[in-house]
């Protein structure tokens, strides 16, 4: 699940052109860390469900759209340095409308993204306590997140690195491991499952099983806007493609090279969305500290994840009422503790508490509900970025068939999760937020230009 602890702040901001003090590889050491979360720990494995082995060329399939999209982010922010990021291009490329409902449609997909963070965080604590309830378990992590806010814990910032540091750790423990115990260094309780290059074996539930589970692995990509935000930065600007390429390929090699992995070690028919598909790929081995030891740091990582997007949305929903796209009740914060957006955060913090409350009435089907709907908003973001990108940017002609080509990922990963019966209901959440997103937008809208007919009309 991406960590997601910004927004699209400034989204009106006035450009930057100062310089920064990071540099190109720092931040895509950044990126990586920032970008693998417990939406890759626990939803890879509801991806794994329906692709089977195939579940690795759906996440090279998301690299590509991850790629174009963060490419594209990344010219406009080399060419327009703005500290509003993406919401900022959409206003520019087609209007304040556009900029509005990117901001809100960013807010909802957080709201989501925490949701999932939380579930997850909740089902991940079920690996050692199986018998209690899924929602006393969200409660009580979402009573700590919300604490830790409150109090205004400063140096929570300081230990994301590692947190980040962490989460990469143990994904590259896994693959050590599971390395090993495919060349039968480690000795197993049973043989390896057999594995051909058939159809049958490659795709188990067919194409549309493959389709299905592109949502899962364009999740797992998920906060690559959020890197676009931080090449703010860099001590060069024009160097943020090339800390994207290379954040790129270090993912891309973690996520298939550890799947790969996970898929070779076990049987398909064990993995399930209860537990990590790297605690189940191991456990016919003999490794008693390993599910324990990474279970343990997944929940960490996550629980910082979890905090750390609540901060974002915030202070996301703070800096939409200063720009006039929220009510300005979410600008006013309290003195003491230190800045509390009070307001801002209540409704956050309902978020939260319908997500446990979600958990309790639908504890089977909730995380990936909210993961499904949680990756689509992403996805609608990630196409505001390229159809911004086509009016703002010059591009050749094999850059505008390289953005179409990211459209078409992404509409393939959304469209996906209409196939799949068990997931649908996530779409219709989604679809639901955008309609409701929409109607706002379109009254605000009349609202400004009403505005602008005023202004421009004599006195």
């Not at 003090?21 to 329906?50: D, E, K, N, P, Q």
């Not at 080399?78 to 809100?104: H, I, L, N, T, V």
């Not at 692995?217 to 690559?224: Q, R, V």
């Not at 398909?268 to 003999?286: I, Q, R």
Request: hydrophobic share 50%; proline share 4%.
């Amino acid at each position: 699940m991406p960590d997601q602890s910004t927004g699209c702040n400034n989204a009106k901001g006035k450009g930057s052109t100062g310089n920064g003090s990071v540099s190109w590889w720092h931040l895509s050491l950044i990126g990586v860390g920032c970008t693998i979360g417990t939406g890759y720990f626990l939803g890879s494995a509801i991806g794994i469900r329906y692709a089977g082995p195939s579940i690795v060329f759906s996440f090279m399939l998301a690299a590509i759209g991850t790629y174009i999209v963060y490419n594209l982010l990344a010219k406009m922010t080399a060419e327009d340095p703005q500290e509003g990021s993406f919401c900022y291009y959409a206003a520019k490329a087609f209007g304040k409308w556009a900029g509005f409902s990117c901001g809100w449609n960013y807010w909802s997909s957080n709201i989501l993204i925490m949701g999932s963070q939380l579930t997850a965080l909740a089902i991940l604590s079920q690996f050692w306590f199986p018998k209690i309830p899924l929602w006393i378990f969200a409660t009580v992590y979402a009573i700590l997140s919300l604490l830790i806010v409150l109090l205004g814990n400063n140096g929570f910032d300081k230990a994301e690195d590692l947190f980040a540091i962490i989460k990469t750790s143990a994904i590259l423990m896994f693959i050590l491991i599971a390395a090993l115990a495919l060349f039968g260094v480690i000795d197993g309780n049973g043989e390896l499952p057999e594995f051909s290059m058939r159809q049958n074996d490659l795709l188990p539930q067919g194409m549309n099983g493959l389709w299905s589970s592109l949502i899962y692995a364009f999740y797992a990509y998920g906060g690559i806007e959020v890197i676009g935000l931080m090449a703010m930065q860099l001590k060069d600007k024009k160097e943020a493609p090339k800390a994207g390429n290379v954040m790129l390929i270090i993912l891309t090699f973690i996520y298939v090279a550890s799947l790969t992995m996970a898929v070779l070690l076990i049987s398909l028919n064990a993995f399930n969305d209860k537990e990590s598909p790297f605690v189940t790929a191991l456990s016919m081995y003999h490794l008693p500290f390993f599910p324990h030891v990474f279970n343990g740091a997944i929940i960490i990582a996550g629980f910082s994840a979890l905090t750390a997007a609540l901060f974002g949305v915030t202070n996301l929903l703070v800096t939409l009422a200063k720009d006039g796209d929220a009510p300005k009740i979410f600008e006013k914060k309290l003195r003491k503790p230190k800045d509390l957006p009070l307001p801002s955060l209540g409704l956050a913090a309902t978020g939260l508490i319908a997500s446990v409350v979600t958990a309790l009435l639908l504890p089977g089907k909730v995380y990936e509900y909210l993961t499904t709907a949680a990756g689509i908003l992403l996805l609608y973001n990630w196409a505001f970025i390229i159809l911004s990108a086509f009016k703002i940017l010059r591009q050749k002609r094999s850059g505008i068939i390289l953005g179409i080509m990211g459209l078409i990922l992404l509409l393939s990963a959304v469209t996906g999760t209409i196939m799949e019966k068990s997931i649908r209901f996530g779409f219709y959440i989604s679809m639901m937020l955008v309609a409701l997103i929409a109607l706002v937008t379109f009254f605000m809208n009349k609202k400004w230009k009403k505005e602008q007919r005023g202004k421009m009309s004599p006195s």
